[in-house]
């Protein structure tokens, strides 16, 4: 029995994995989660100025959402929540039985992707205060 | 027996809250969308005035606590996943925990003291 001697643990090579895209997405939803945990100061900050009652509050919230450099964070933490929304809702449809073939979970991770990508473009641009 | 230091319940609670809570947050987000298109967000007053409303407080509650169990888990998972150090372990899902109770604590009484 070969397979019984084969060495455990096995530990792989990160770059030579080619993840088919279900895997890829998947992987972004960890990557999402950690990063909205890893800001999360930051947005409770921002939820405490927006509902500070002094001026001082007020005029710190525009300043602070009003640096590019928050706007670009707050542009990924966009994506990252619209991702992680997204594929949690695909998750729940696996565990009750829905889309869990191969062709069907590569659709939906397809659409995962896609349909996060575009709303990150349609608030995002509201964020950056297109219209 | 040689035992693996992996943690106690084997997933079945937690696999669960991480779904119960992720559904909290979407239902939650979903009311938020609905009232920021129904102006709650317009102007800083509108904005303060809808979270001070007694329902909207209950489930930005909900939403919190929600949020802070369900990142407890994952965060907790991708330290299980990467981590070979069992003393590393404890000691970052011991920093996870005592930061997302703190978070809660300051979230709760953000929208609690409006």
């Known amino acids: 029995m070969p397979e019984l001697t084969k060495q455990r643990p096995k530990y792989l090579a990160l770059h030579e994995i080619r993840l088919p895209l279900a895997g890829f997405a998947s992987i972004l939803h960890r990557v999402s989660g950690a990063g909205l945990f890893l800001m999360l100061p930051l947005l409770i900050w921002l939820l405490q100025l927006s509902l500070g009652s002094t001026q001082q509050s007020a005029e710190l919230f525009a300043a602070v959402t009003g640096n590019w450099l928050v706007k670009l964070i707050l542009l990924g933490l966009l994506w990252a929540f619209l991702h992680h929304f997204c594929m949690g809702i695909r998750i729940l449809l696996i565990d009750v039985h829905v889309g869990v073939e191969k062709q069907q979970a590569h659709n939906s991770a397809m659409a995962v992707m896609v349909i996060s990508l575009a709303l990150t473009l349609v608030f995002g641009l509201k964020l950056l205060g297109a219209y | ?114």
């Open chain 2, 1 to 114: 027996m040689n035992r693996l230091v992996v943690g106690a319940h084997y997933g079945l609670k937690d696999w669960l809250a991480q779904r119960v809570t992720g559904v909290v947050m979407a239902v939650y987000t979903l009311i938020i969308f609905a009232a920021a298109l129904g102006g709650a967000t317009a102007s800083r007053e509108a904005w303060q005035a809808f979270m001070a409303n007694g329902f909207i407080r209950y489930i930005s509650f909900l939403f919190i606590v929600s949020l802070c169990y369900h990142a407890w888990v994952g965060i907790r998972d991708i330290w299980m996943d990467y981590l070979n150090s069992a003393a590393l372990r404890v000691i970052l899902h011991v920093l996870t925990l005592l930061a997302l109770v703190g978070y809660a604590g300051w979230a709760v009484q953000i929208i609690w003291r409006l």
